[in-house]
């Protein structure tokens, strides 16, 4: 049981993230947010963590014990049998796991569940963490929050080359259409819906490679953090 802490939905986090350097990375499938926060995080000397494969675990668990991944009590069961070896399974990041992860994010006891290990993470430190509400409802106060998004198309063409890589047959159309299947259902459930804070700085990696990306985000986060960050690691 990795993730204890239930019924803390709505929490504000005011004090969690007092003395913390906390960077939340938020924004659609494929737009870049994992390879971007897993290279600031080096960089920083802050821990990382993807929220996603929590989502993906727990689908993962449901689909294992045959249960529907929108059942709200299979869902709870599985978090709480969560384990630190369930983020290492090789069955995380295929379509069906995308799926899965989705369509259990959309609970909000689920949610409320996760909440604790994710505020928790990384200590007195801070990290970086990525996902879809890191600067909407986990860390509302964090240090600094990117949005990244790019276009669907573009999306698309780097999710299904990611999957061809992995030797994973992919259609584009077929990929493309999942995109904007999870985009929708993401942005449009009504707990913790996908959408940029209010302070969050924007970031559209559509016409921009890994490293335009993390130039852009380091001029974005500079007068935030970087300095302190840079230091502190020195
Ligand atoms: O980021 P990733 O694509 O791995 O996330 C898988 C799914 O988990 C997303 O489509 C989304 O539905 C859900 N998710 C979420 N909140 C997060 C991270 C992921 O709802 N913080």
Do not use: C, W
């Amino acid at each position: 049981m990795i993730a204890p802490e239930v019924g803390h939905r709505g929490v504000p986090a005011a004090s969690a993230t007092r003395g913390r350097i906390i960077i939340a990375v938020d924004g659609p499938a494929a737009a870049g947010k994992g390879t971007l926060a897993r290279r600031l995080a080096t960089t920083l000397a802050l821990p990382y963590l993807d929220t996603g494969l929590l989502y993906r675990a727990v689908g993962r668990r449901v689909l294992d014990a045959g249960g529907d991944p929108r059942d709200v009590p299979a869902a709870l069961a599985a978090a709480a049998a969560l384990q630190v070896s369930d983020f290492a399974r090789a069955d995380l990041r295929d379509p069906v796991a995308d799926m899965a992860a989705t369509a259990v994010a959309a609970i909000a006891d689920l949610r409320a569940a996760l909440l604790g290990f994710q505020r928790s993470f990384g200590g007195a430190q801070g990290a970086v963490l990525d996902g879809r509400d890191i600067g909407t409802v986990v860390f509302p106060d964090a240090r600094a929050k990117l949005f990244v998004t790019a276009s669907a198309e573009e999306r698309a063409r780097r999710r299904q080359a990611e999957l061809v890589a992995r030797g994973v047959a992919a259609d584009y159309a077929q990929v493309l259409s999942e995109i904007r299947d999870r985009d929708a259902q993401d942005e449009n459930r009504p707990v913790s819906p996908l959408r940029p804070a209010a302070d969050a700085m924007l970031l559209d990696t559509t016409a921009l490679d890994a490293d335009g990306a993390f130039a852009r985000a380091m001029q974005l986060l500079a007068p935030h953090i970087v300095d302190e960050a840079l230091l502190r690691k020195a």
